[in-house]
């Protein structure tokens, strides 16, 4: 994506947010957000933040110290996983309960904004408490444990036990995340392979494939219904006649004339020779005679086998040669219609058997001797984003590993064969592979798209809290599909920007400031 594009894209969220006014609510009760420079909103010394995640929502909440009697105003960005969006209708429930007391809960009905609830609470029990944000919608119900709060007695003790908190980071508010393509993903323990990553194509098996030629220039007539593009075939069908175009003044007429003629001789000559042959036994007529009509005969029976030989090379009575599938499969190309002319050697049909294909890798040079034995293969294909395994023993096996580097490609050729290929694959498709190279262990990763390289140096952007991002460099490891393995920088647990890194990049400098303010 063009640097500028996203500089402007990102001002323009900024401006967005920053036009945003306060929520009556918070204007209210005197406890919302003050801007203050540089840092958009800001609950004072008093202000809390805290974020956590279900399998459905990421809860974002901002609010200030609660006392007993006061009004207090939450904001809740919520969001809804796994498509990172703002949360646009729902109940939210802001439940105090825990410490031997009774259980309060204060609601709010719909979002002021899309993604963001406004509930006011009010307690009237001060003491520890257990802080819950129960979300309803029509789709899903969820509740978010925050863990325990402080409800004061009064506002002098409350800000008299605020800790200044370093807020820090790099700010990107959830307005702005909400309208890019943005997520966030847990740095988690999973089963990683080494691997290297080499392009390729899909393929059929050489014994699979078959590409047919037309044996000469002439006409296609169909054998019947003339095929269609995903026809299954059998080795050995007639998928139409060639009528093949005839030189000089002959044609198909004169040719079939002549092998009638050719049989009428043939005919006249046996009945002669068997003639000859009764006479010369009753002594009638000469051996002579004989052998001349026997002589005759043979020269009729190979004039009539040679116009029929001449005859068959242009189909003889069915209109032409033959075209027959040599090998059993599919129809995944027809370049003819019938009644089409053929020129020699053009493609008739293409015949795939679709049941195993072949993944045809090439491997960079500098990789080449890595490749000692590898355990399988993983691929991705455009339009597709699902990634497709060949596991060795299961459901492939390794063709070969080329002996030799292309000297144009600089790359070595490795050929796995699997079974069963999911339907939206294609012969012929460009892939985005790697060639595995040992068993699977356990080691910390994140996905590939959270890792940007800065000046040679693997950078992810970890989460400190739902709008609030901090720049740490790593050092990786194996890369094993869309993950890659994190030797050092992360623990399990942690949460890093998976997809829209370059924009928080973005937010940290001074050209595309976009990360600091907005208004609830």
Known sequence: MNKTLIALLCATLFATACNQGPSPQAAHDGHGHAEAAGHGHDHGPSGEKRTHFTDKTELFVEFPRLVVGEKSAFAAHLTTLPNFRALEAGKVTVILSGGNLSEEQFSVDSPSQAGIFRPVATPKQAGQRELMIEVVTKDFSVRHALGQVTVFTDRKTADASAVEEDEGGIGFTKEQQWKVDFATAEVVKRPLRAAISASGTLGARPDGEALITATAAGQIKPAGNFPVLGQAVKKGDVLAYLAPRLGGDTDMVSLQSEARRAKVELDLATREAARMESLYKDEAVPEKRLLTARGAEESAKAHFEATQARLGQYGGGAGGVPVRAP?????????????????????????????????????????????????????????????????????????????????????????????????????????????????????????????????????????????????????????????????????PGERVVSRGAYLVKLAATKTGEIGHGHAH
Do not use: C
């Not at 019938?338 to 500098?366: C, D, K, M, Y």
């Not at 080449?368 to 691929?379: D, E, Q, T």
């Not at 012969?427 to 990763?445: D, H, P, T, Y």
């Open 327 to 491: 090998v059993t499969g599919t129809l995944v190309d027809i370049r003819i219609a019938p009644g089409g002319f053929a020129q020699e050697g053009s493609t008739l049909f293409h015949i795939a058997n679709r049941s195993v294909l072949w993944l045809q890798l090439r491997v960079p040079e500098v990789d080449a001797a890595r490749l000692k034995s590898p355990v399988g293969a993983s691929f991705q294909v455009d339009g597709v984003d699902e990634r497709f395994e060949v596991v060795q023993g299961k459901n492939g096996r390794l063709i070969a590993v080329g002996g030799a580097i292309d000297p144009s490609t600089r790359t070595v050729p490795v050929v796995y064969e699997f079974q069963q290929p999911d339907e939206r694959l294609r012969i012929g498709m460009a892939v985005k592979g790697q060639v595995l190279l040992e068993a699977a262990k356990e080691a910390v990763a994140v996905p590939t798209g959270a890792i940007l390289d800065e000046g040679g140096i693997p950078t992810v952007f970890v989460m400190k809290h739902g709008e609030a991002f901090e720049r740490r460099a790593i050092r990786i490891g194996a890369r094993d599909g869309d993950w890659v393995e994190v030797v050092d920088g992360l623990q």
